[in-house]
């Protein structure tokens, strides 16, 4: 069965320094891969997404993830952090059907 | 375009009583969700429907259930809450067709008591 998992519940990191948050899927042939924000009391937001070619995908907020097949990974980073960039981040992978698969979550704190 | 709405944002029962919650997307998207978000569990997918008139079971589905009447809607049931079912609902919708992105609505605070 797929699932994912975010080895991190939450990372404190200090604004301005760099972030990676950890993400490890299982699955057999190569999903399509997501990471989505949750800023508190809102919505899920999609940061960006892997389906196939670069394995370094950009997406919004200067964030980037990186696809590495032989570690069944999809971490996401950012090199300079921002106090607004407190939330919780989501890894989700989509193996086939119509069904996403969401991780427990990172829950990100920035300290001044 | 309102994108992904949900009703109502917040409500209170008491236990063994019901309730829908309603999901509407003005996307023409064709897949719709039902997800429960708990504190350290991530979101867990309860039901979900491929098309107009399907419905699907999804991870959790046990006490609930859903309807897709309308291409728009997509209906989340609660026939007899339970404290176990106190959560926040995200709603989501997909177009399909290699345009894999959710969008998730606003979300839904259910607190049973």
């Known amino acids: 069965a797929q699932s994912v998992t975010q080895p991190d519940i939450h990372i404190t990191v200090s604004e301005g320094a760099s972030l990676e948050l950890r993400c490890n899927y299982s699955y057999g042939a190569t999903p399509y891969l997501f990471w989505y924000v949750q800023s508190p009391g809102q919505s899920l937001q999609l940061l960006l997404k892997?389906?196939?070619?670069?394995?370094l995908v950009q997406g919004i907020k200067g964030f980037e993830a990186e696809f590495k097949r032989s570690q069944s990974s999809f971490n996401l980073r950012k090199p300079s952090v921002h106090w607004s960039d407190a939330a919780e981040y989501f890894c989700?992978?989509?193996?086939?059907?119509?069904?996403?698969?969401f991780g427990a979550g990172t829950r990100l704190f920035v300290k001044a | 375009n309102a994108g992904v709405t949900q009703t109502p944002k917040f409500r209170v029962l008491k236990t063994g009583q019901s309730m829908t919650l309603l999901c509407a997307q003005d996307m023409n998207h064709e897949y719709m969700y039902w997800y429960r978000q708990d504190p350290g569990m991530g979101l867990r997918l309860i039901h979900y429907s491929v098309g107009e008139g399907t419905t699907a079971k999804g991870e959790v589905p046990d006490g609930y259930n859903v309807s897709r009447l309308k291409k728009q809607n997509f209906l989340l049931g609660l026939e007899s809450a339970a404290p176990s079912q106190t959560s926040v609902y995200f709603c989501?919708?997909?177009?399909?067709?290699?345009?894999?992105?959710?969008?998730f609505g606003p979300g839904t605070r259910l607190l049973v008591l």
């Open positions: 989501a919708s997909m177009t399909g067709g290699g345009q894999e992105t959710q969008y």
């Open positions: 989700a992978v989509k193996a086939g059907g119509f069904k996403t698969i």
């Open positions: 892997y389906f196939s070619g670069d394995t």
